[in-house]
């Protein structure tokens, strides 16, 4: 079973907007990670927060990690037509090195 | 550097009919695996090599999937015979060697499924 739960899992904004998507997960993390995903595409790695992280940037992305509330937040600011995409968490398993497990996704649609 | 392979893109079967989908990792990366992912889902795990040997395949359903690594590098995903439910995306993925592991994983394109 998947470890983690996405909200929300729809989301629509007017270009320009920030977008912001929640993430929880159920047991031990070594890190958190954020994939988008292009209609029928692959998944591309956006950006890794560890365990003893509790938030980094990266460009227009801002990814916060509350490892007691088991929860983190991706937030993308100024948000452009080509942010249009799925977004998936995804946790590294402590118990498991290597194992690492998605979350539903959110869809995020930007109006131009 | 070249990234994730994967062959074919698009494959549609009548059900009953075997299916086989091929993967070539990043080159140096000695893990790879292979997820399933359903229409408006997140990818699940199906199976995970450590070169050639499958050290997480807790979730393949081994009475129709099968999955091969020879070598350590290229992989192959078979399902036979296939099912209606098995329509879906099957995507392959690798990770650099332990050690330097972070994690981060590297798609490849994926090969959608659909069985008639």
């Known amino acids: 079973s998947q470890q983690g739960e996405e909200d929300p899992q729809a989301l629509s904004i007017q270009e320009g907007e920030n977008a912001t998507m929640n993430c929880s997960y159920k047991t031990s993390i070594n890190n958190l990670q954020w994939y988008r995903q292009n209609s029928g595409r692959g998944l591309v790695h956006l950006i890794l927060i560890r365990s003893n992280e509790r938030e980094k940037h990266s460009g227009r992305l801002r990814v916060t990690l509350d490892t007691s509330k088991k929860s983190s937040s991706l937030l993308i600011t100024a948000s452009r037509a080509a942010d249009t995409a799925s977004y998936f968490c995804?946790?590294?398993?402590?118990?498991?090195?290597?194992?690492?497990?998605f979350g539903p996704g959110t869809s995020l649609s930007v109006i131009p | 550097e070249a990234g994730v392979v994967q062959s074919p893109r698009y494959k549609i079967i009548e059900k009953k009919q075997p299916v086989a989908f091929w993967c070539n990792p990043i080159s140096g990366h000695n893990t790879l695996y292979w997820y399933l992912q359903n229409l408006g889902q997140g990818p699940e795990l199906l199976i995970r090599y450590e070169n050639e040997e499958a050290v997480d395949d807790s979730q393949l359903p081994k009475d129709r999937f099968s999955a091969e690594r020879l070598k350590g590098v290229d992989s192959t995903l078979k399902i036979q015979p296939a099912e209606l439910g098995d329509s879906a995306v099957y995507l392959c993925?690798?990770?650099?060697?332990?050690?330097?592991?972070?994690?981060?994983?590297?798609f490849g394109e994926g090969s959608r499924l659909t069985v008639l």
């Open positions: 993925a690798s990770s650099p060697t332990r050690g330097r592991n972070t994690g981060e994983l590297f």
């Open positions: 995804a946790a590294l398993l402590k118990t498991s090195y290597d194992k690492v497990i």
